[in-house]
């Protein structure tokens, strides 16, 4: 038996919906919104572990998927964003 969510929809009908309703899926949009977080510390923080902060596994995850979404490492972005 599926699982439902609370609405009433399961996992594949919620997918469908979401992405129909934002143009991306869940697990993008959940994506984007750590890496934007992850953005925003490189920003205006200082500290260092933020790829365990915005809930990566490894730094070297973090430098990936922030390569592929603003195609910089997060340093050379730190170091942009200084100026």
Known sequence: MAQSLIVGLSPRNFRHLFRASTGVGP???FEN???EKAAYHLR?????DIWLDCGFSQPQHLATAFRRR???TPTEYRQKAAF
């Open 27 to 29: 697990s993008e949009m």
């Open 33 to 35: 919104m750590r890496l």
């Open 44 to 48: 205006y923080g200082r500290h260092t």
């Open 70 to 72: 603003f195609g910089l």
